[in-house]
């Protein structure tokens, strides 16, 4: 059982460019967030969804789309990378509703030159 | 909307000394309470949760917290700490029944001297 899997692990990228980072997870849950971590800040969510064609805006989502055409993945794509989404991304899914927690992934470690 | 706001941001201890951590939330209605640990170079995992029932919570690695509904609080404690357990700690709510996002404290780092 994998859980949720991030791809890639890394990744540079030149301001301007856009790129997608992927989410999936194996569990067959419905919940599915995109945050990002940085320091002193914690995490903030970007964008969320609650079900295959279903999605939310979370604290911070300029700059970030999402989509979410199956249950089991949830890419964020990055339009026009800027130098302030130097980040950590982590992707979660939960089984029901916030109550159960989040499963996290192992996040994606962004740097914009 | 909900928000959590921890106080310590950085926690130095010796082994085997107790722990308490401060979390406090703000949302009128019913809430999840969650705390999370991310220890060096890794994801975040669960440690306990609260939905509802006994306010004083149990979570593994010998973790325990306690929801106090009229304090707005939900605070970690240990009674004696390990060196393994030298992380990151993030406190999180959700607004029960109303709401699908989990909102994150900004976490507080606890560095524990062997």
């Known amino acids: 059982n994998a859980g949720v899997t991030q791809t890639p692990k890394f990744q540079v990228l030149k301001t301007g460019q856009s790129m997608t980072l992927q989410c999936a997870q194996d569990?067959?849950?419905?919940?599915m967030s995109w945050y990002r971590q940085d320091p002193g800040m914690g995490l903030r969510l970007i964008h969320y969804?609650?079900?295959?064609?279903?999605?939310d805006q979370g604290e911070v989502p300029n700059g970030y789309n999402v989509s979410r055409s199956t249950t089991e993945d949830f890419p964020l794509r990055l339009l026009s990378a800027a130098p302030s989404q130097t980040s950590v991304y982590f992707c979660?899914?939960?089984?029901?509703?916030?109550?159960?927690?989040?499963?996290f992934g192992s996040g994606t470690r962004l740097t914009v030159v | 909307a909900q928000s959590v706001s921890q106080h310590n941001h950085h926690v130095i201890l010796s082994e085997a000394a107790s722990l308490e951590l401060g979390c406090n939330y703000s949302?009128?209605?019913?809430?999840?309470l969650f705390w999370y640990v991310q220890y060096p170079g890794q994801h975040l995992q669960l440690l306990l949760k609260?939905?509802?029932?006994?306010?004083l919570v149990k979570g593994i690695k010998g973790f325990e917290a306690e929801f106090i509904k009229s304090k707005f609080s939900f605070n970690l404690r240990k009674p004696s700490v390990q060196w393994s357990d030298t992380a990151e700690y993030f406190c999180?709510?959700?607004?029960?029944?109303?709401?699908?996002?989990?909102?994150f404290g900004k976490g507080t780092r606890l560095h524990i001297l062997p």
């Open positions: 979660a899914s939960s089984r029901d509703r916030g109550s159960y927690g989040y499963t």
């Open positions: 569990m067959n849950h419905e919940y």
């Open positions: 969804s609650v079900g295959a064609g279903i999605t």
């Open positions: 949302y009128g209605g019913t809430v999840n």
């Open positions: 609260y939905f509802s029932g006994d306010p």
């Open positions: 999180a709510v959700n607004a029960a029944w109303r709401d699908d996002k989990i909102i």
